[in-house]
């Protein structure tokens, strides 16, 4: 059930952009206080669009968790960087995330400049202060001051590892957001479906497993759920453009799929909170990035 919202009851739709691999998706996980959002050190792990949903007792924030956006090379990224810029455009207010152990740089700036088109309010988000080197900290927290001065932004600066200055970063968010309802029950966390999750969860353990040649030639499909009382059998294809990436995600004797279906089907497990049998199967699909037709059918369009 969504319920009224009380007065001065905020809610709204917050963007995280920024350059791949600079921790959107630990800190949409951070905020919302479960794993919905896959990560690896990969850059590009995000693909689609994620919405994350995290209801405070004044403010309901619906976070948007958006791909790297990054000069792509194939059908694929073209699709994967329009849905991103797309969403900055659609929503309440944007938080720009950099890499805070490191200066701003042309890419962060590449960002910014869609942010400020767009003319939507934004927050820069100064990401890994955990990790910052205390001999360069000073100038490179100045680089981000500064940029973010000059545009009239708020700079709220996080560890989506640790927590550190977290809640400071929520409220920037809620004092961005209008006055409005409910968008969502306030026990959910995400409007994904379980079976995109489930897809997602496979891809994470392929990122995190296999060499560098393969993450981004894959895409999951969850072709079967079986729900029983007692257990939910999953049937999955991996897809990946050449025989000799199949192999890889095989293995020597299937070890290699054998321990990506092991850790997929325990993060299965925790989403579910029940126990799950899955199997998966690999297909070779030639050139499917930069497949319209295959694109669509695996669920990679624009918004």
């Known amino acids: 059930m969504i319920p009224e919202s009380g007065e001065g009851f905020k809610s709204g739709f917050v963007a995280l952009v920024g350059r791949p691999n600079v921790g959107k998706s630990t800190l949409l996980n951070a905020l919302i206080g479960q794993k919905i959002a896959i990560t690896s050190p990969v850059a590009?792990?995000?693909?689609?669009?994620?919405?994350?949903?995290?209801?405070?007792?004044?403010?309901?924030?619906?976070?948007?968790?958006?791909?790297?956006?990054?000069?792509?090379?194939?059908?694929?990224?073209?699709?994967?960087?329009?849905?991103?810029?797309?969403?900055?455009?659609?929503?309440?207010?944007?938080v720009l995330v950099v890499d805070g152990s490191d200066?701003?740089?042309?890419?962060?700036?590449?960002?910014?400049?869609?942010?400020?088109?767009?003319?939507?309010?934004?927050?820069?988000?100064v990401n890994k202060i955990d990790i910052l080197d205390e001999s360069a900290a000073s100038e490179i927290l100045a680089s981000y001051e500064s940029f973010a001065i000059e545009h009239g932004w708020l700079v709220a600066k996080f560890s989506s590892v640790t927590g550190?200055?977290?809640?400071?970063?929520?409220?920037?968010?809620?004092?961005?957001?209008?006055?409005?309802?409910?968008?969502?029950?306030?026990?959910?966390?995400?409007?994904?479906?379980?079976?995109?999750?489930?897809?997602?969860?496979?891809?994470?353990?392929?990122?995190?497993?296999?060499?560098?040649?393969?993450?981004?030639?894959?895409?999951?499909?969850?072709?079967?759920?079986?729900?029983?009382?007692?257990?939910?059998?999953?049937?999955?294809?991996?897809?990946?453009?050449?025989?000799?990436?199949k192999g890889i995600l095989i293995g020597k004797k299937g070890q290699m799929l054998k321990e990506i279906g092991t850790k997929a089907r325990e993060q299965m497990q925790k989403l579910i909170m029940g126990s799950v049998h899955l199997e998966i199967f690999v297909k070779v699909q030639p050139k499917w990035r930069s497949s319209r037709f295959q694109l669509s059918d695996l669920g990679y369009r624009v918004e």
């Open 164 to 245: 550190e200055g977290l809640e400071a970063l929520q409220a920037m968010m809620c004092d961005r957001l209008p006055e409005g309802p409910y968008y969502y029950p306030p026990d959910l966390v995400t409007d994904q479906p379980e079976r995109f999750i489930m897809g997602e969860l496979i891809r994470e353990q392929i990122l995190l497993l296999t060499r560098e040649e393969v993450p981004h030639s894959v895409a999951v499909s969850i072709d079967q759920v079986d729900e029983k009382p007692k257990i939910t059998r999953v049937m999955a294809t991996v897809h990946v453009e050449r025989d000799s990436q």
């Open 103 to 125: 200066r701003l740089g042309t890419g962060d700036r590449f960002v910014a400049e869609t942010i400020l088109q767009s003319k939507v309010p934004a927050i820069l988000g």
């Open 44 to 94: 590009q792990t995000t693909r689609n669009r994620l919405r994350g949903i995290l209801t405070l007792p004044t403010a309901q924030i619906v976070l948007v968790d958006t791909p790297g956006i990054h000069k792509p090379h194939h059908l694929l990224g073209q699709t994967i960087v329009k849905n991103a810029i797309g969403a900055i455009s659609s929503v309440d207010a944007t």
